[in-house]
């Protein structure tokens, strides 16, 4: 139990009815978990506004509704004004409990790519070093050798402080979390000072309908993180970083970039295509391929540097050399060595600049073909779509198209919408037909069926040929109508590995 009023310090708000001194037994924003005497938070989703169910929620058990604009309910309930309900709801949960974020290192990690890999680094570099971390992040939340599934990359405010306050419990000292766009949008992480925020980088994606306007609403939503950290970290390779960086209200700015790394040299490490270079003075090498591979353990270093600065340089650069040596992450740059001689490698590259990267990166490896599949997901902006056939009929030897996460929308239609990208650098007579055919017949094939397509795929690769399976990664399902359908690319791969 705990009164309304503690839990509301720190917003401005106006009582429509009832009083603020009455006791509540919890905190919900969904009538789903609702507990007799809570406090329920009315927020507006892409789908629905839960505004529209504040009588719901009452019958439900909630005794106090908190909105940001008028509603209905009976008597005996207290009704809560505010300006944004979604603020509103991260500092409640915040209070509620007991605001854990104050007593534990808070590391931000926010760009369209990288993002995940980087937070991994941090963490096992951090927990090498004694600093047990957690993780909140795209595949996981995860602290103490515990994972559970994460649903978004950051998930709502009151999921992320029931969250930090178990790692509290737990003895959990810093926390790395990817914040999204979309986390930043929708005010998930608003009332957390980040001790340290890093942006990696920023291209164009997520703008559409149900995601961001358009590319200025995409860099300013990403720029919120440099408002409400101590200490920024940014990406100066990146030519916009001026924009994220502008109206920061960091106490201290820091960078990091090539310029930061001397002897780059894409190689073989233990038959896996990697990456070696050299940064003050230490050797570093990955079993991750591409200088974006560089460019993330570039930010894990400069940020791990500042909160282990009591030892040594030599004694950190040493730490830190062999953790990424050993480092890797399920489903990004994943390689695996097939038994025929080839190699396939499973990505989450899921928009065209990513695509591009990691082709460009692996072309720097292969012996002989470079295979893409992929597909693109249902119910998001049509350009990604274009963007990616494009990229992957320009920069890779075959392309295979399939389906990914349809959604709401029919998967062939999502295909040719690739296709039509792909034929901005192939010919129609380019196309192979499904059935009896090799790499060798054409420049790509349409093929439906994830599962069928990556399977085919596998099976016609010759000894040195390299297969790109992007899209999913650490993903194991597809969503199709409304539902997900269990469904791992390294599942698909595992009969073929060496």
């Known amino acids: 139990m705990c009164k309304l009023i503690d839990l509301l310090e720190g917003i401005a708000y106006e009582v429509i009815s009832g009083n603020v001194n009455r006791e509540v037994n919890g905190v919900c924003y969904s009538t789903h978990d609702m507990t007799a005497g809570s406090v329920f938070v009315c927020i507006k989703g892409f789908h629905s506004d839960s505004h529209d169910m504040a009588q719901q929620a009452v019958y439900a058990g909630a005794s106090v509704i908190v909105c940001e604009r008028a509603v209905t309910v009976t008597d005996n309930v207290t009704v809560i004004l505010v300006s944004d309900s979604r603020e509103a709801l991260s500092v409640i949960s ?37 600093i047990n971390a957690g993780i909140i992040g795209s595949i996981e939340i995860r602290y103490n050798n515990r994972s559970v599934k994460n649903e978004n990359t950051t998930p709502e405010s009151y999921v992320i402080q029931q969250t930090l306050a178990r790692m509290k419990r737990e003895g959990i000292k810093a926390v790395v979390m990817e914040v999204s766009s979309q986390g930043l949008k929708l005010k998930r992480v608003h009332g957390i000072t980040f001790d340290y925020g890093i942006f990696t980088n920023i291209s164009r994606d997520h703008i559409g309908d149900k995601e961001h306007a358009d590319m200025e609403e995409y860099i300013n939503f990403k720029s919120q993180l440099f408002k409400n950290c101590r200490c920024g970290i940014y990406n100066i390779d990146d ?260």
Request: glycine letters at 8%; charged letters at 30%.
């Open 239 to 498: 030519e916009r970083y001026k924009e994220i960086i502008d109206g920061n209200r960091c106490e201290r700015l820091m960078h990091y970039g090539l310029d930061d790394a001397g002897n780059i040299k894409p190689e073989y490490v233990e038959g896996i295509p990697g990456v070696s270079f050299t940064v003050n003075d230490m050797n570093i090498t990955l079993k991750l391929p591409g200088v974006y591979s560089v460019y993330n353990a570039l930010a894990a270093i400069k940020l791990c540097n500042e909160i282990l600065c009591e030892d040594e340089l030599s004694t950190r650069m040493c730490l830190m050399a062999e953790v990424l040596y050993n480092f890797s992450v399920r489903g990004r740059t994943e390689v695996i060595r097939l038994g025929n001689g080839a190699y396939a490698v499973v990505d989450y590259a899921h928009n065209a600049l990513a695509l591009k990267s990691l082709l460009e990166s692996m072309r720097g490896y292969v012996k002989g073909r470079l295979v893409c599949l992929f597909g693109c997901g249902g119910n998001r902006s049509r350009l990604r779509r274009y963007e990616m056939g494009e990229a992957s009929a320009r920069l890779a030897d075959f392309t295979v198209v399939t389906s990914d996460n349809p959604r709401y929308e029919e998967p062939y239609q999502i295909m040719e919408d690739i296709e039509s990208g792909v034929l901005k650098v192939l010919d129609k007579k380019d196309k192979v037909k499904n059935g009896l055919w090799s790499y060798d017949d054409g420049k790509y094939v349409m093929i439906e069926d994830r599962k069928d397509a990556v399977e085919i795929a596998l099976s016609k690769l010759e000894e040195n040929d390299m297969i790109v399976i992007a899209g999913k990664g650490h993903e194991n399902y597809q969503e199709i109508r409304g539902r997900r359908y269990y469904l791992d690319d390294r599942d698909l791969v595992e009969p073929y590995k060496a």
């Open 94 to 130: 915040a209070n509620y409990f007991g605001n854990p974020a104050k007593d534990m290192i808070m590391i931000g990690v926010t760009g369209t790519k990288g993002k995940t890999t980087t937070v991994y680094m941090i963490a096992d570099i951090l927990d090498a070093a004694g």
